[in-house]
């Protein structure tokens, strides 16, 4: 089992930065994959990028540029970098953790991008 717990969201102006993070419990050092999502009201959740355990990374087309994640492996810990926020990235970002036996949700960080 792993648990996980997302923190460093809040309300944000445009154009500013955010550093979010996620520390995952329990059987850290079966995550091979962490990924962290974004679903805003109404919509489909999103993949924002994932990291793998030597630390690739993959970013989706849209969310290429302004997003970075880092892990420490050893910390079970995760960061979303998000530099240049707008009004669209409203959202609650989460993150999971990928392991041989299953896929673990945390329970996510709003983010709130408004003037």
């Known amino acids: 089992q792993v648990q996980l717990v997302e923190s460093g969201g809040g309300l944000v102006q445009p154009g500013g930065s955010l550093r979010l993070s996620c520390v995952a419990s329990g059987k850290i050092f079966d995550i091979n994959v962490m990924g962290w999502y974004r679903q805003a009201p109404g919509q489909q959740r999103d993949l924002v990028g994932s990291i793998t355990g030597i630390n690739t990374t993959v970013y989706p087309d849209s969310m290429k540029g302004r997003f970075t994640i880092s892990r420490d492996i050893a910390k079970g810990t995760t960061w979303l970098q998000i530099n240049n926020l707008k009004v669209e990235d409203t959202a609650l970002y989460l993150c999971?953790?990928?392991?041989?036996?299953?896929?673990?949700w945390g329970q996510g960080t709003q983010v709130t991008v408004s003037e």
């Open positions: 999971n953790a990928l392991t041989l036996q299953g896929i673990y």
